[in-house]
């Protein structure tokens, strides 16, 4: 299986590295587009106009964005932190470095589709966002992106993990995409949950890299690594209170024209 994540607003910036070389980033097809996405940030500047096209607040420091080519590189899968992020080092520290490692891609509306060993610098863009002369990120990445990733991952099942915006720059059409939901439930009713469906998420990562699942291929065996990485996980909430796994629901597969699916796996936590 491929497992797909998206990024994190929070990063944690390295004081020193390698500077920024798209052309030495993995999936060399990209590296024009992801040279024209660099390029169009950096002209943005760092001002109150850019804090408004990239819709954060005036305090936000974007001079980050203004330095890519020379700010100092770190591995995404450092760079990037976060809840998600966090959960895979916590329930399975030395992830990142196992094989399964390469199962993995991290989407990114500076850089399209990267590995967890892409060296890249501190920055501030989301999928989501506008840049002028490109327009809507997610648009405007879905054609490179479809043409690239689906060479590798044609035919496989990808267990998606992304969000929104990071999820309609490459529906993946030819692949067996299935989206990764967390419900909880409480007295009898339940609830999607955002904030800690991040942490699910990452938990459950961590556990495909550190049991090997990731090496599931077919149905049955991918539904068996998910289901045991999810029944041996634990995650205490804010209130200190303890949640678990009690269901792991499989929607149908629905056919694309593309010759993949789309299914939703849900986990149930009480």
Known sequence: MLI????SEGKNAPAQGPSLDVNALSRAGLATSRRTVCDTLTALGDGPEAAAVLKVGARIDLSVNTAL??????PASSLFTGVLYEAIEECAPGAWASDGAAHI???SGLFGALSPTDYIPDHRLAMGVSLPG???LSTWWAPHLDEVLSTEASGRIIIDGRSGPYRAACKAPWARVWELRVEREANGKRSVISHDAKRWRGAITGLLLSSDGYQAEETAAAEKALEEAAYSLSLGDAKGHEHRVTGVEYGPEKATKKGGATRTVTLVTH
């Open 4 to 7: 797909w994540l998206p990024p």
């Open 69 to 74: 080519d020379c700010a100092p590189c770190a």
């Open 105 to 107: 891609s991290i989407f």
């Open 134 to 136: 490109l327009g809507v």
